[in-house]
């Protein structure tokens, strides 16, 4: 079983950046995939960013690639999204997710688990 919770969220101004964190509990961390997804109102969840359990290999949308960097630290079991030069655009609530693979979290199907969101919102 893993739990996780996520922080970091927050009100921006565009260009300006946030750190989000997702501390994860349970000895079994490190052997999943991690990833952050993102619904805006009104809008269906989305994939933003994957990475796999060592960290060797991330992925992320298109919309984000060169503004966001998804890591992990597998010694503090948590992974972070660092996201700079935000826009109106990349409001939203902000989840991590685990799951076997970076395939089912780009792909977005049979995650195993979901953190509760954190809140970005960011002013033009």
């Known amino acids: 079983q893993v739990q996780l919770v996520e922080s970091g969220g927050g009100l921006v101004q565009a260009g300006g950046s946030l750190r989000l964190s997702c501390a994860a509990s349970?000895?079994?961390?490190?052997?999943?995939?991690m990833g952050w997804f993102r619904q805006a109102p009104g809008k269906e969840r989305e994939f933003v960013a994957a990475i796999r359990w060592s960290g060797a290999m991330t992925y992320y949308v298109d919309s984000v690639k060169g503004r966001f960097t998804i890591s992990r630290d597998n010694a503090k079991n948590t992974v972070y999204l660092q996201m700079n030069n935000l826009k109106p655009e990349d409001t939203a609530v902000y989840y991590c997710a685990a799951a076997e693979s970076t395939e089912r979290i780009r792909l977005y199907y049979d995650l195993d688990y979901w953190g509760q969101g954190t809140q970005v919102t960011v002013s033009s």
């Open positions: 349970g000895r079994t961390f490190s052997s999943y995939a």
